[in-house]
T-cell receptor, first 112, second 113 residues
Framework: GDSVTQMEGPVTLSEEAFLTINCTYT??????LFWYVQYPGEGLQLLLK?????DKGSNKGFEATYRKETTSFHLEKGSVQVSDSAVYFC???????????FGGGTRVLVKP | ETGVTQSPTHLIKTRGQQVTLRCSSQ?????VSWYQQALGQGPQFIFQ???????GRGNFPPRFSGLQFPNYSSELNVNALELDDSALYLC????????????FGPGTRLTVT
């Protein structure tokens, strides 16, 4: 079945540092890929998405590129802020399917 | 535009009891999905409802059941609660026929003692 693997956290950074969170997936066909963010005590918020190979999703300074050849969708941000402290989830959805398959999440802590 | 809402926020139940969680979809959405998020893990798909019928189910036993109402709101029912049912339960709504993006509510934290 489909699966998503993320780098384990926590990832601790200083403000204005560069952030990368690795995400790889196993799936048949061409799923859509997503990054969700979960702030403390809250539900999930869609951060960005990509629906086909080589698409780049971007939002709030975050970017991720759908790499079919490496089955990856790594999340990057050039300069993090304390407010970016959260848990980040990579997820996929098959075109014909009705569910999101999530990775285990990566906790990011940004220190001033 | 009203987002996805869930009630209650927190709930404490005893093993063997039954619980009902509620979800109101985002305006304009016709599909509701439920996920279970254990502490420190990613959400796991429980099931989805569309047109008041179950439209896909994850690897959860039959004691997890649901309903969708004509106004697209939904309930998740769990019978014979077990300690491992303690988790954050997330509801997500989407519009079938559109981009199918799922928008999540804040969740209900269920603790089974």
């Amino acid at each position: 079945g489909d699966s998503v693997t993320q780098m384990e956290g926590p990832v601790t950074l200083s403000e204005e540092a560069f952030l990368t969170i690795n995400c790889t997936y196993t799936a048949t066909g061409y799923p859509s890929l997503f990054w969700y963010v979960q702030y403390p005590g809250e539900g999930l918020q869609l951060l960005l998405k990509a629906t086909k190979a080589d698409d780049k999703g971007s939002n709030k300074g975050f970017e991720a590129t759908y790499r079919k050849e490496t089955t990856s969708f790594h999340l990057e941000k050039g300069s993090v802020q304390v407010s970016d402290s959260a848990v980040y989830f990579c997820a996929l959805k098959q075109a014909a399917g009705n569910k999101l398959t999530f990775g285990g999440g990566t906790r990011v802590l940004v220190k001033p | 535009e009203t987002g996805v809402t869930q009630s209650p926020t927190h709930l404490i139940k005893t093993r063997g009891q039954q619980v009902t969680l509620r979800c109101s979809s985002q305006s304009g959405h016709n599909t509701v999905s439920w996920y279970q998020q254990a502490l420190g893990q990613g959400p796991q798909f429980i099931f989805q409802y569309y047109r008041e019928e179950e439209n896909g189910r994850g690897n959860f036993p039959p004691r997890f059941s649901g309903l969708q109402f004509p106004n697209y709101s939904s309930e998740l029912n769990v019978n014979a609660l077990e300690l491992d049912d303690s988790a954050l339960y997330l509801c997500a709504s989407s519009f079938r026929g559109g981009t199918y993006e799922q928008y999540f509510g804040p969740g209900t934290r269920l603790t089974v003692t």
